[in-house]
Antibody, heavy 119, light 109 residues
Framework: EMQLVESGGGLVEPGGSLRLSCEAS????????LSWARQAPGKGLEWIGH??????????YYTESVEGRFTISRDDSKRTLYLHMNSLEIEDTAIYYC??????????WGQGTLVTVSS | QSALTQPRSVSGSPGQSVTIFCTGT?????????VSWYQQLPGKAPKLMIY???QRHSGVPDRFSGSKSGNTASLVISGLRAEDEADYYC?????????FGTGTKVTVL
């Protein structure tokens, strides 16, 4: 069974940093394209970015609002996807989800991890 | 990229059909056949329902169908059931990035 489990969320002050992890099981992680999305409390979904498999170049893509502050990375040996978040702003408060990608879609999602940016 | 426009809510009685529209631009919905739809039950993660405009994801009942005309995509839920009550989001590829819709709450009366 395909499973994604996010962790690393919590309370952080504005300007702070946090690293989220997404541990995967039940599918070929090496060949997977992987993505991060978020959902602010009571709001809609927002794509953050994604990373291709290394076989497809490992290319990274980000939405404009996080470019330069957030970095996506992957460790295939640990079957883990990461989201490194710097210079966090109050507006970054959200549930963060990782997902696998299919044909221009987000196929299987984790349960999410809550990040709260507040002083 | 601005969010795709969806109605805030739609409703229908059990057995009826409801349609959710998702309006974008020629840079997203109208420019690619890469529209997907997600169902999100309260307190749960989103779940892929439709991809590539019309393709049902594995395990999704054929009561759910997708289509597109110009810059507007549509999700039809036929034979509405109580368990279909949820938030629904469209999403479109927009040439290296992705944009989600504003979300629609489906209420089963």
């Amino acid at each position: 069974e395909m499973q994604l489990v996010e962790s690393g969320g919590g309370l952080v002050e504005p300007g702070g940093s946090l690293r989220l992890s997404c541990e995967a099981s039940g599918f070929s992680f090496t060949n997977a394209w992987l993505s991060w999305a978020r959902q602010a409390p009571g709001k809609g979904l927002e794509w953050i970015g994604h990373i291709r498999s290394w076989a497809d170049g490992g290319t990274l893509y980000y939405t404009e609002s996080v470019e330069g502050r957030f970095t996506i990375s992957r460790d295939d040996s640990k079957r883990t996807l990461y989201l490194h978040m710097n210079s966090l702003e109050i507006e970054d408060t959200a549930i963060y989800y990782c997902s696998t990608m299919g044909s221009a879609s987000f196929n299987s999602w984790g349960q999410g991890t809550l990040v709260t940016v507040s002083s | 990229q601005s969010a795709l426009t969806q109605p805030r809510s739609v409703s229908g009685s059990p057995g009826q059909s409801v349609t959710i529209f998702c309006t974008g631009t020629s840079s997203d919905v109208g420019g690619y056949n890469y529209v997907s739809w997600y169902q999100q039950l309260p307190g749960k993660a989103p779940k892929l329902m439709i991809y590539d405009v019309t393709q049902r994801h594995s395990g999704v009942p054929d009561r759910f169908s997708g289509s597109k005309s110009g810059n507007t995509a549509s999700l039809v839920i036929s034979g509405l059931r109580a368990e279909d009550e949820a938030d629904y989001y469209c999403c479109s590829y927009a040439g290296s990035d992705y944009v989600f819709g504003t979300g629609t709450k489906v209420t089963v009366l």
